[in-house]
């Protein structure tokens, strides 16, 4: 991690198109909003299998998958 700098400096030298990224800690970056809390969801096994059989198809995680579809769906209802 480099020394301090001023937002100015910063602003400058990342506008100049200098790697700024040594000025930051991505160990401590959060993402408000992006909290996760467990979800315990019920679901009958042939669904189940046709999950993986899809997230198989696209080489992702069953859990990826859901989070893809949910995320998309919520997109579509919220807009």
Avoid: C
């Amino acid at each position: 991690m480099k020394t301090k700098t001023t937002a100015k400096n910063l602003e400058a030298k990342f506008d100049a198109g200098e790697d700024v990224s040594d000025y930051f800690d991505a160990r401590r970056a959060t993402r408000p909003g992006h909290v996760k809390n467990r979800v315990n969801v019920d679901i009958p096994v042939w669904m189940i299998r046709q999950l993986d059989l899809v997230a198989g198809r696209y080489g992702i995680a069953r859990q990826a998958l859901i989070k893809h579809w949910l995320a998309d769906r919520l997109k579509t209802e919220t807009h």
